[in-house]
């Protein structure tokens, strides 16, 4: 189940069953034979299932899927809970493709409701059969005007279009798939509900092939399976098929409720974030943004290197929009001069040819001028996108408005942004759903939507330049062999031998040894217990650092053993490490490697202290990675100032921290499957050539992992 499936047969079915079938008012049975008799433009073959019925209407039922003449491609299930198992396991024994279980009552209840999940995952299993759901609303093709659903809204949501919606959940899927009020169509829109058997990525995967799709909306409650996501996600990305996704549960409330709703797994809203972004899916805040974004998508493609320029007929409008986009860090475009020649034709001699453009109100009564100016700045080849706010409804005058935007934006291919601020929605309003230009409602959330859009840009340019490796979570088998590295001096040397530095230290066993070693070093000397049993050290009590002389290593190795004893009765104490002290004045990193439930192994960066354990301000990205990888990691720091050096300090070497990032990647993927963590808490990080030091590693096997 975890590979993929052409579901074209879902989709564009030649037959199809509807086990449940109704003329009752208000069942779910009902609705989904009225959408598929009256509302739809299906020419295959639709059997209807009643054992009580010899017919509905001019229609024949059938009293079993058994009895049926010929197999159905689909199958759709409206019986209630106690009755779909065995409508299931006779579908299967058909031959039936594809099920769709529109019935809820079942993982999303509890334990009785997960073992009837199980159940079907086996029937999958032993046939072959797909199973959609359950707990849906169904599948809607607008394209090809086919409903398979209950939903008595299908017959009001038919305008096609070039966007593709995949969800878990129906409510905010309706409401994604209703947004075409605004101008643009949607093409498919499947829900997948409780996801026993196939997912989200399953359906992200079939639009990424589809003709009719260009662009693809998606609302995530959980990743069940990451490998099939990560292949999907890819497949969209080489399909050159931009992904815009809004991941519900990012807070414990938000994913408590996603794990009763649908049963999903929500997983770590950080890893979850990184994860998106590094395959170049945007990712959104709020469900307006998923609709604004994926529209903007719809209608043109970002380059490498895309600047704003703002068009309005209100100073305030303008400054405020040159405000926002100033504060989301997009650019304004200068305009030419043969641009600003064009502008002066057609403005009055008192308004400022510049970016942002404020028309002022002389020119609305005149269309001529109204398209010449939006042309001249749309043309200009330095904007990549206009922005045009239109702050008030005017009767006319704003429908005049209205109406030049749509017609040149007919005639260039730059992206005209329409912002209708305004809550009285007008004559113009309309003129700019009719002419697609899916309206926003404020400048605030168009320059979200812009923002989304031209870092989209960015990322499809590096990743054309560069191509990402493949996550090590999709390579099949294992790596090599993973050495003994049950303890901080082991873990240490394993570093090393990959060519990470680590600090002169050695094991002392005895009193005796601990002595002769930090002699050898040099005092001040680090002390720390060395035991399998104690992998957080401090917390134990088995650390002390700038040990001065012999009679405190003297107290410090009775202090360690006694401490570490108290907290760990079981430890077994292997002696202390004697280690050098690092020099004065570096930096404290942390570098770790975790594997994640649904995306496998993903490392992780950030400034040690507060920075990483209250602001959170970490970087993280799938396995493997690569040098320039590892420099935005630290560039994304909130902290990267201090690397870069602050108040006189000198610059830290982020390029030895870049590199060991590397040489961690590559060392865990050369492991492949081994190594269940990695920490190197801290990384310690001199001036620039002085390079980093482990000064603690701690090394976990696949398996040890609590």
């Not at 607008?142 to 008595?152: D, I, K, M």
């Not at 403005?347 to 453009?357: D, E, I, K, M, Y």
């Not at 594997?595 to 970087?619: A, M, Q, R, Y």
Request: net charge negative.
């Amino acid at each position: 189940m975890s590979g993929t499936t052409d579901l074209s047969r879902l989709f564009e079915p030649r037959s199809i069953a509807l086990v449940g079938a109704s003329d009752r008012a208000g069942s779910i049975g009902g609705y989904a034979l009225q959408n598929l008799a009256e509302h739809s433009t299906f020419t295959g073959d639709l059997y209807l299932i009643n054992p009580r019925r010899e017919a509905i209407g001019e229609r024949r039922c059938w009293p079993s899927v058994a009895a049926l003449p010929a197999t159905p491609d689909v199958a759709l299930i409206a019986v209630p809970a106690s009755e779909v198992m065995a409508a299931l396991h006779e579908c299967a024994d058909r031959g039936v493709a594809f099920a769709i279980v529109f019935t809820s009552g079942f993982g999303e209840t509890g334990d009785e409701g997960k073992a009837l999940e199980a159940e079907m995952r086996a029937i999958v299993a032993r046939s072959g059969m797909r199973i959609y759901g359950p707990n849906c609303p169904g599948l809607t093709n607008v394209n090809r005007r086919l409903g398979l659903t209950f939903s008595p809204a299908f017959k009001l949501d038919l305008l096609a279009g070039p966007i593709g919606i995949a969800t878990q959940g129906g409510g905010l899927g309706r409401c994604l798939l209703q947004s075409m009020q605004r101008g643009i169509g949607v093409g498919l829109w499947s829900s997948a509900g409780n996801e026993v058997d196939l997912e989200v990525s399953d359906f992200i995967d079939h639009m990424a092939g589809a003709g009719d799709v260009g662009v693809i909306a998606t609302l995530l409650e959980g990743v069940r399976d990451g490998r099939k996501f990560l292949r999907a996600v890819r497949h969209a990305a080489a399909q050159r098929k931009p992904v815009v996704a809004l991941k519900i549960g990012r807070s414990e409330y938000g994913r408590r409720a996603a794990q009763s709703h649908t049963a999903s797994i929500a997983g770590s809203a950080e890893v979850n974030s990184a994860v998106l972004r590094q395959m170049g899916v945007v990712e959104v805040d709020d469900i307006d943004e998923l609709i604004d974004t994926a529209a903007l998508f719809a209608r043109a493609r970002p380059g490498p290197n895309e600047k704003v320029a703002v068009v309005c007929s209100s100073g305030g409008t303008a400054a405020l929009s040159a405000d926002m986009i100033g504060s989301a860090g997009l650019e304004l475009a200068t305009l030419s001069p043969a641009t600003l020649a064009e502008l002066a034709k057609h403005l009055p001699p008192f308004v400022s040819a510049a970016n942002p453009l404020d028309t002022s109100g002389e020119i609305l009564n005149k269309p001529e001028a109204l398209d010449a100016t939006l042309r001249a700045v749309a043309e200009d080849p330095a904007v990549g996108l206009v922005l045009y706010p239109i702050p008030l409804e005017y009767g006319p005058v704003t429908k005049g408005v209205a109406e030049s935007i749509v017609r040149v934006q007919r005639e260039t291919g730059t992206p005209i942004v329409a912002v209708w601020m305004s809550d009285r929605l007008g004559a113009g309003y309309d003129a700019l759903v009719a002419g697609g230009l899916m309206p926003m409602r404020s400048v605030g959330k168009a320059v979200k939507a812009m923002s989304r859009w031209v870092w989209h840009g960015q990322w499809r340019a590096r990743a054309d330049a560069v191509p990402a490796p493949e996550p090590l979570w999709l390579l099949a088998g294992g790596g090599a062999a993973l050495p003994d590295v049950s303890t901080e001096p082991l873990a240490k040397h394993w570093l090393a031998t990959h060519g990470m530095a680590v600090p002169t230290h050695r094991v002392a066993r005895t009193q005796d040894e601990a002595q002769a070693a930090a002699r050898e070093l040099g005092w001040p000397v680090v002390a720390k217990v060395v035991s399998a049993e104690v992998a957080h050290k401090s917390d134990a009590g088995g650390v002390a650092v700038g040990v001065r002389d012999a009679e405190e290593l003297a107290r410090v190795w009775e202090r360690i053993h006694a401490d570490v004893t108290a907290a760990v009765p079981h430890a077994r104490i292997d002696g202390l490490l004697i280690e050098a002290m690092a020099p004065p004045g570096g930096v404290e990193t942390l570098v770790g490697v975790h594997t994640d439930d649904s995306f496998g192994p993903v490392i992780s960066v950030g400034l040690g202290g507060i920075h990483v354990e209250v602001l959170k301000d970490v970087s993280r990205r799938l396995l493997p990675i690569t040098l320039d990888d590892a420099r935005d990691m630290l560039r994304e720091l909130r902290g990267f100032p201090i690397l870069q050096g602050i108040r006189g300090r000198a610059p830290r070497d982020i390029e030895a921290i870049a590199r060991t990032l590397v040489a961690v990647s590559d060392l865990v993927s050369a492991h492949r499957g081994a190594v269940a963590e990695l920490e190197i808490n801290p990384l310690w990080v001199g001036a620039v050539g002085q390079g980093v030091l482990a000064l603690d590693a701690l090394a976990i096997r696949a398996g040890d992992a609590p």
